[in-house]
């Protein structure tokens, strides 16, 4: 009887081990804006405020330049950075830089930063704003996929970074790189991983995600864009946007046949954020005063235009996706360069702060602040290289807490910015710059 009551105790113990040890692991972040794209982490236990001498940092490690963010899986932090050899960075809207270096795909233990493998590559750049890779690892069970600034793409082996398939998108599809470089975020599911090309017919392309053999191709424009392919759910379909510098597009992700088109042209080509779906309808937004309210078709693929903007109303997004809560889109504005909130119904705009972005009152082009919904609150990281917690609603931007995890190190306009799209995983945010990536402990 002893014996049993011993193993019996054991076994409680050992169990109540095993779930407490699982619910410290909390959501991955295996892609850009989270494990559905929409910018929601669900994590519980998280601190309500900073402590006056900032948030724990659990771990610093080294990294060279790049734009993109971190992605987040199985326990390990994948991200993408250029080591620069020679040639000068020289930030130029209009102009290309042209570098030498080595582009590498870096995956590090997460819980200690320290480095597991590297996938690296020589690889000259021609690009403006040339401060390494855009565009943040996609991972999917043992594979991440991973889209460097000149167009090379990637499939490796999580476990080691083995190389299990690989394109060339200059080579392969003759296409130039855009000017500031491949943008779009892989984007897989089921069977297919989705890209953003460009050249004639195959502006968007579906390959086999194990074999990388080509699917389908679709669509043609003058440039590809910087868009990300998004999925949404619609009218009794599953459909694909692909938003280039001439349109809005949905397409059927099994064909790539088109459903619907909308024309959607941003100033200077820069087709950037996602589209942002509420209920029946489809926001999108650019820089050039551009921005629409599309109404979406509830009973088979289509849209028609709700409303367009008149440069007096909406919010015009580019570095950042903005993101839609309870009828109202909260966004940083390229052009004021501030965060706005503004009806989604008519564009209205409620109210706009500069908070989140430059931390100041002076307006400033391109203020960025990354949003990141959590329960009734919102963790904001600014250019500033702060990160923030905050409630926003239709009445206005109310902070609760801010700390500085890493320094502004790339320059844009005159002053210096980190751009880089953070994740929130294991109860932490990973952020980086071009020197290093910094797990903050979140954890209450």
């Excluded at 996609?138 to 398939?165: I, M, P, Q």
């Excluded at 015009?316 to 503004?342: F, K, R, S």
């Excluded at 949003?371 to 600014?382: A, E, M, P, Q, T």
Aim: with cysteine; charged share 25%.
């Amino acid at each position: 009887m002893m014996g049993n009551f011993r193993a019996m105790v054991i076994g409680l113990v050992v169990g109540f081990l095993i779930q407490g040890d699982r619910a410290t692991v909390g959501e991955d972040w295996p892609q850009w804006m989270g494990p559905r794209r929409d910018s929601h982490w669900n994590e519980t236990g998280l601190i309500e405020k900073f402590a006056p001498q900032g948030p724990k940092i659990k771990w610093r490690a080294p990294i060279a330049l790049g734009y993109a963010g971190p992605a987040v899986s199985q326990g390990r932090v994948f991200v993408m950075d250029y080591e620069h050899q020679s040639g000068e960075i020289a930030n130029n809207p209009g102009g290309r830089s042209e570098l030498e270096g080595k582009e590498r795909v870096i995956c590090l233990d997460g819980a200690t930063g320290k480095p597991l493998w590297k996938h690296e590559y020589t690889r000259k750049y021609a690009l403006s704003y040339a401060s390494g890779p855009r565009c943040t690892p996609t991972v999917e069970g043992d594979r991440v996929y991973a889209l460097g600034a000149e167009g090379n793409f990637w499939c490796l082996s999580a476990k080691d970074g083995k190389v299990l398939w690989s394109k060339d998108f200059g080579k392969e599809y003759k296409q130039e790189t855009p000017l500031w470089g491949y943008c779009a975020h892989p984007l897989v599911d089921d069977k297919n991983v989705y890209c953003v090309v460009g050249g004639e017919g195959c502006v968007a392309v579906a390959f086999d995600k194990l074999s990388g053999k080509e699917i389908w191709r679709a669509l043609s424009a003058p440039e590809p864009g910087y868009c990300p392919p998004t999925f949404i759910e619609h009218g009794g379909k599953r459909q694909l946007l692909i938003w280039h510098p001439e349109s809005l597009n949905s397409l059927d992700p099994r064909t790539g046949t088109p459903f619907w088109s909308v024309p959607v042209q941003p100033a200077y080509r820069m087709s950037i954020t996602a589209p942002r779906k509420s209920g029946d309808f489809l926001y999108v937004s650019g820089i050039g005063s551009v921005a629409l309210l599309l109404k979406l078709n509830g009973t088979q693929p289509g849209a028609e235009i709700e409303w367009k903007s008149d440069g007096q109303n909406a919010v015009y997004c580019a570095n950042a996706t903005p993101l839609i809560d309870e009828g109202v889109i909260y966004g940083a504005d390229c052009q004021v360069g501030c965060l706005m909130a503004v009806r989604l119904e008519d564009g209205k705009r409620l109210w706009q702060t500069f908070a989140p972005t430059s931390g100041s009152e002076r307006r400033v082009s391109h203020g960025t602040a990354h949003l990141v919904k959590n329960g009734d609150r919102y963790f904001i990281f600014s250019e500033t290289g702060d990160l923030i917690i905050a409630r926003l609603t239709p009445k206005g931007y109310d902070e609760i807490s801010r700390a500085h995890v890493v320094d502004p190190t790339a320059e844009c306009f005159g002053r210096n910015v980190v751009w880089a799209h953070p994740a929130f995983a294991q109860r932490c945010a990973f952020v980086r710059n071009d020197k290093e990536i910094v797990c903050v402990d979140l954890a209450r």
